[in-house]
Structure formats: C-alpha cells, structure tokens
C-alpha cells in the first residue's frame, strides 16, 4: 500500500544556536564549496588530459573527485541558504531527492575508498604483476561496481520511505534531509526502516572498511620487510594520502552513525555530519595533491598548454 503524504514542505532549522556566527559559518562553507567544486574539478581535467596521470590510482581519484563533486552539489548549496536565513524551506519531494543523492554519493564513496585501497595493496605487495591485473577493462569494472550499490541502497530506501505515511511536524533539526529527521515526520511503524538501514549498512559500509583494513594490514607488512629506509619511506608515501582520507572519513561517519545518541548531542551530530558531508570532499583534493609531484607537473603541463 502506498504512503500517504500530508506534508508539503519542510523547514530544516540548520543550527540555531550558532546565529550569531552565521555570518562567519556562511563565508566558511562558501569557501568550503569552491574548494571542493574548484578542485576536484581540477583533479578530474588533469587525469583526462595528462598522460601522466594515465594509471589505475589517478582514475580511480577522478572518480572520488566525481563524487565529491555530486556529495558537494547535492548539500552544500542548500546548507548556505539555511545558514544564512536561520532555517529554510524545502518542498517533501526536495528533501526526499537530496536524501537518494546523498546515500548514493556516501556509498559510493565507501566503496571507492576500498577499490583505491586494493589498488594500493597489488601495488605494493604485487608490483610485479601489478599492471596486467589492473588493466584499463578491470579498473572500469570496479568503477561501476562502486557506483552501482549505492544507486541501489539510495533506490531500495525511497521506495521503502515512499511506503510510510507522513503527517507529524514538518520540522527537520538538521541542516539537510538524512534518514533518521525524516522518519521522525512520519506516522508510521518505521522500526522496519531502521533495520532495513543497518542490514544495509552492512555491504555498504562495514564490508567496505573490513576490506580497506585488511589491505593495509598486507601492505603495512610488506613495507615494513622492506629492507632500506628510503624504500619503505617510499613505499609509504604512495599509499599515505589515501591512508589520511580513509582515516578522516570513517572516523567521522562511524562518530556520527555508531555512536548512542546519548554520548552526542544534536549539535555534535550536526558537526560530525558536517566534518564528512561537507569538509571531506574539500580536503581529498588538497590531500591527495599536497606532495603529489605527479599532479603538480600535470598542472604545469596544461598551464603551459593554455597560455
């Protein structure tokens, strides 16, 4: 039977109880937006058009840098709208299209993180055969296989929300629309909702990390049999970037998702959120190309090339 739908609209409340630093919170995350739209958008050109950049780890971060791109677009715009004006409206439909984007951007992120991971594992543990496994058909295979489940969860969830019948507050304590504020508008028995989230969550998310762990456990040894100092320095350099991003992220998702309610507040859950929603995909382009001298020399190539 299909839900039935009295809500219209939706008021996000963003965070009351920093008004008087809106100003301040407004100009951070509107910064926070051009750094990440500016360079991931950067990253994504050079890997096209450098040759240099032509290898599996350069575009599976082209990938990243898609989805960043799509977890930016789909909640920071919004986020500086409600920011700015102390709240915002939002139409039912709306919020419901930003929460598909948003599962599907976070999985397929999840999963990325584990292919560039395994990618990282052939290339130190494996380099022998490390480019006739990752040849170009396996590297496009595990970009799709990344970006499909998530399509899938986002698609299994709004069919499932579509079910419930909604006709409490039209209030949302958050600044964007995340499953758990919308079930708390609903009238119905959302407690299948909940475990259809967690058993979710499993291939999602906890597989995912179980996967990236055990690469780095293989390739934390190999390093370390590494006889000279400058190897292993080396051999940890093309995997520490990565190694930060993946720190970064779970740590915070887990934080904000793991956690009991009662060890966070509202106002911690909404910083946390904010930390992997909207920081994040800020901060992977600047991590992954800070001592990167492969993208450098790309950027001085087009550079060259344009003027």
């Known amino acids: 039977m299909e839900g039935k739908n009295n809500l219209t609209t939706i008021f996000l409340l963003g965070f009351q109880n920093l008004q008087s630093y809106k100003y301040l919170l407004f100009c951070l995350l509107l910064l926070t937006f051009c750094v ?3 360079g991931n958008v950067l990253i994504i050109t ?6 240099n950049l032509q290898s599996p780890m350069y575009f599976f971060l082209s990938q990243l840098a898609l989805c960043d791109i799509l977890l930016s677009g789909d909640s920071l715009p919004n986020t500086l709208y409600v920011v700015l004006n102390e709240g915002g409206i939002i139409s039912f439909p709306g919020c419901i299209i930003q929460y598909l984007f ?3 951007s976070e999985c397929t992120e999840c999963l990325l993180l584990t292919v560039m991971s395994y ?4 290339a130190i ?10 040849e170009s058909g396996l590297c496009q295979k595990l970009a799709i296989m990344s970006w499909l489940p998530g399509i899938t969860y ?3 969830s709004t069919l499932s929300i579509s079910t419930l019948h909604f006709c409490g507050l039209n209030t949302i304590d958050h600044f964007f629309c995340d499953l758990a504020p919308i079930l708390q508008l609903s009238c119905s028995d959302v407690s299948f909702m909940y475990l259809e989230a967690q ?3 499993v291939p999602a998310m906890v597989c995912p990390l179980l996967i990236t762990v055990v690469s780095y456990i293989y390739v934390v040894r190999a390093i370390l049999k590494i006889s000279s100092a400058s190897g292993r320095q080396k051999a940890f350099f093309t ?8 720190c970064i992220y779970y740590g915070t998702v887990m934080a904000a998702y793991m956690l009991p309610t009662s060890m966070q507040s509202v106002t911690m859950n909404k910083i946390l959120t904010m930390i992997y929603a909207v920081v994040t995909p800020s901060l992977n382009p600047i991590i992954y190309s800070l001592r990167n001298k492969d993208i450098w020399k790309a950027l001085a190539l087009v550079l060259l090339q344009v003027t």
């Open 36 to 38: 990440t739209i500016c």
């Open 46 to 51: 050079l890997v096209f058009y450098s040759k």
């Open 102 to 104: 948003f599962v599907i």
């Open 119 to 122: 990618d990282r594992y052939l």
């Open 125 to 134: 543990c494996n380099p022998l055969h490390y480019t006739s496994i990752m």
């Open 154 to 156: 986002s698609t299994i």
């Open 199 to 201: 058993i979710l969550t």
């Open 239 to 246: 995997c520490s970037s990565h190694l930060t991003v993946v």
